[in-house]
């Protein structure tokens, strides 16, 4: 009678490994000049936006489950888009000095995964290790990912404090008497990545 029960019980468990199959995560390469990277800057007096060339990529996904995402850009490719001429020219400038993103020092930026899970939108909670200016700290934010023709889409809207990776300058948390000089700690980077096999 033991035997028998182990015998079902066995049998049990083979049947919910076969209608339950684990999924496997399959490996895709992020299509750097189909992806964007755009980045906002916030300022008392308005804003600044443009965006910034993404140098590599990967995505692991199964059917359903988005398990590693990871990113680099080069920031030596960083635009300014909302204004034109010697004012972007300036305004590049300054964001490339060492006053905010010291690009001659620190040429890329990255985003690597540690750790993904569903946020009961539809997308997924991402967890991972962003590094600016040789400076990594961890950062959470929501990603919507779908597999459309064969190819993965995953999008995401990504806030950054910059004073986390040492870029103070114009912050009203370490200067005072700013005014309409003040530039907010929090930047927001949108990212859409396109990858495939």
């Known amino acids: 009678m033991k035997h028998l029960t182990f015998v079902m019980a066995f049998a049990a468990v083979l049947s919910l490994a076969f209608t339950n199959p684990v999924e496997k995560a399959a490996a895709y390469k992020v299509d750097v000049k189909g992806s964007t990277v755009k980045w906002t800057a916030y300022k008392v007096t308005g804003k600044h936006f443009g965006k910034i060339s993404l140098k590599t990529g990967s995505i692991e996904m199964s059917k359903t ?23 972007a020219d300036k305004l590049k400038g300054h964001l490339v000095s060492d006053d905010f993103f010291s690009v001659e ?44 023709g064969g190819k993965i889409v995953g999008t995401s809207a990504i806030k950054v404090d ?8 114009g912050s009203g948390k370490f200067f005072q008497g700013l005014g309409d000089k003040a530039i907010y700690d929090e930047f927001d980077l949108e990212v859409s990545l396109v990858a495939s096999k």
């Open 65 to 87: 489950k988005l398990s590693k995402a990871s990113f680099e850009v080069d920031m030596t490719t960083l635009t300014v888009e909302d204004i034109t001429g010697e004012y």
């Open 105 to 148: 020092k620190h040429k890329t930026a990255k985003f690597v995964s540690t750790k993904i899970v569903p946020n009961g939108k539809g997308g997924f909670s991402v967890t991972g290790d962003l590094t600016i200016k040789g400076i990594t700290k961890p950062i959470t934010f929501d990603a919507a990912v779908k597999n459309e």
């Open 162 to 169: 910059r004073t986390n990776y040492d870029i103070k300058y």
